[in-house]
């Protein structure tokens, strides 16, 4: 997972629990990994995944299993078949 801020780029595996932590402004091909340079920079932006993944967790379970992703696809495809008659 990654997430992007206006300087820093932080990619971050669940798996193996390694950080890479790149400054997109100064190395936006992300050559050389920043992460034991600046470790507090890459802990803020790791709390923030976190937050993200606990409250995309909630949505999920308030949504009956299913990521906002589906949820939406789903309603689209309900307004669709309204639209053509198929269900009311």
Same mark, same amino acid.
Request: a positive charge; charged letters at 30%.
């Given at each position: 997972?990654?997430?992007?801020? #206006? &300087?820093? +780029?932080? $990619?971050?595996?669940? %798996?193996?629990?390694?950080? @890479?932590?790149?400054?997109?402004?100064?190395?936006? #091909? &992300?050559? +050389?990994? $920043?992460?034991?340079? %600046?470790?507090?920079?890459? @802990?803020?932006?790791?709390?923030?995944?976190?937050?993200?993944?606990?409250?995309?967790?909630?949505?999920? %379970?308030?949504?009956?299993?299913?990521?906002?992703?589906?949820?939406?696809?789903?309603?689209?495809?309900?307004?669709?078949?309204?639209?053509?008659?198929?269900?009311?």
């Amino acid at each position: 997972m990654a997430i992007r801020g #206006s &300087e820093f +780029k932080l $990619i971050y595996s669940f %798996n193996s629990r390694k950080k @890479e932590l790149y400054n997109i402004v100064h190395d936006p #091909s &992300e050559e +050389k990994d $920043i992460c034991e340079l %600046n470790n507090g920079i890459a @802990e803020s932006m790791l709390r923030e995944i976190n937050q993200w993944t606990r409250e995309n967790e909630k949505l999920k %379970n308030a949504f009956g299993g299913k990521t906002s992703a589906e949820v939406s696809s789903r309603q689209d495809a309900l307004r669709r078949l309204k639209a053509l008659g198929y269900i009311q």
